[in-house]
């Protein structure tokens, strides 16, 4: 993937973003990008891991809180400091509050035959 964001991206183009749902406890290390994803073709984009039936299900808990962004401060900062352009992209909460983000009330139905 780093070496097609190498060839899409030329002069004057916008970079490729590599987008992080991020959840507390899993690891998420800007310098393990450095490696595969250039900062000069790539930018990261950090987001709230949408309360969806099959999240609240595995126990994720997101590190970006849709209510309190300022908290992701450290972890934009860190990315930052290794080279990439980095932003918090929260959507509309009020999404979640009526249950119409991307994926949240599908669940476990077996595919109709």
């Known amino acids: 993937m ?3 964001a190498r060839r899409f991206v030329t002069s004057g183009d916008r970079k490729v973003t590599l ?3 991020a959840p507390v406890g899993f690891p998420l290390d800007p310098r393990a990008l450095l490696s595969c994803f250039p900062p000069d073709c790539c930018m990261v984009k ?9 999240a609240q299900h595995s126990g994720l808990v997101g590190l970006i809180d849709p209510q309190r962004p300022q908290n992701a401060l450290p972890i934009v900062e860190l990315f930052r400091a290794a080279g990439y352009d980095t932003l918090v992209s929260i959507g509309e909460t009020e999404e979640n509050q009526i249950g119409s983000n991307c994926g949240m009330y599908v669940g476990n139905q077996p595919a109709s035959a």
């Open 2 to 4: 780093g070496d097609y």
């Open 19 to 21: 987008n992080f749902a």
């Open 46 to 54: 950090l987001t709230p891991i949408n309360p969806t039936v099959r």
